[in-house]
């Protein structure tokens, strides 16, 4: 039986804690700015699954007793600025930051998966089970014309390597 050492755990149950933040608020942006358009009803279905994942999070931050990031101030501006901004953009661009997020999401779910050991098969299942809604929402965003938003490639780019950083600073602060 493979053992996850405490370290990691914590540091994954700190950084889905606080990306699962982050997306709630991406989403939040978007709909003060979609809200009332044809694009609300399919941004609320994201954003509910997302709060989902928040709330699955926020008991595992609470029961396994992790410190969460310190970080979740500037999350909290920084993800409903970037959803709110993209959105202003139009929905297209919207998507696009679905997108770029949500593959940036799936490399790290998938990276942690392999990295669970058998003791953590119920954490290894919740992430399994949220990256698979995080490629549904992908897949919404590619569906609803993310690639058409002028100069895609540089937004999708600039936006992932955002994630990234956010991913790294988050698992440690």
């Known amino acids: 039986m493979t053992r996850t050492p405490r370290r990691m755990i914590e540091e994954t149950?700190?950084?889905d804690?606080?990306?699962e933040y982050g997306a709630k608020r991406i989403y939040q942006g978007q709909l003060a700015v979609l809200r009332g358009t044809?694009?609300?009803?399919?941004?609320?279905?994201?954003?509910?699954?997302?709060?989902?994942h928040l709330d699955t999070f926020s008991r595992l931050i609470a029961t396994r007793r992790v410190r969460p990031t310190a970080l979740l101030p500037i999350w909290?501006?920084?993800?409903?600025?970037?959803g709110a901004a993209t959105a202003m953009l139009g929905h297209r661009a919207a998507m696009a930051c679905t997108v770029a997020v949500?593959?940036?999401?799936d490399e790290?779910?998938?990276?942690q998966e392999a990295a669970l050991g058998e003791d953590e098969a119920p954490l290894r299942a919740d992430i399994a089970?949220?990256?698979?809604?995080?490629?549904?929402?992908?897949?919404?965003?590619l569906a609803h014309e993310a690639e058409l938003t002028p100069g895609y490639r540089l937004?999708?780019?600039?936006i992932k390597a955002g994630c990234k950083v956010a991913i790294k600073v988050s698992e440690k602060i």
């Open 13 to 15: 149950i700190r950084v």
């Open 129 to 141: 089970q949220f990256r698979a809604e995080e490629l549904e929402h992908r897949e919404t965003g």
């Open 17 to 19: 804690h606080a990306g």
């Open 155 to 158: 937004l999708s780019a600039a």
């Open 102 to 105: 949500e593959e940036a999401i």
């Open 76 to 82: 909290h501006v920084a993800g409903f600025a970037l």
């Open 38 to 52: 044809k694009w609300e009803t399919l941004i609320q279905h994201m954003q509910d699954q997302e709060q989902v």
């Open 108 to 111: 790290h779910y998938q990276a």
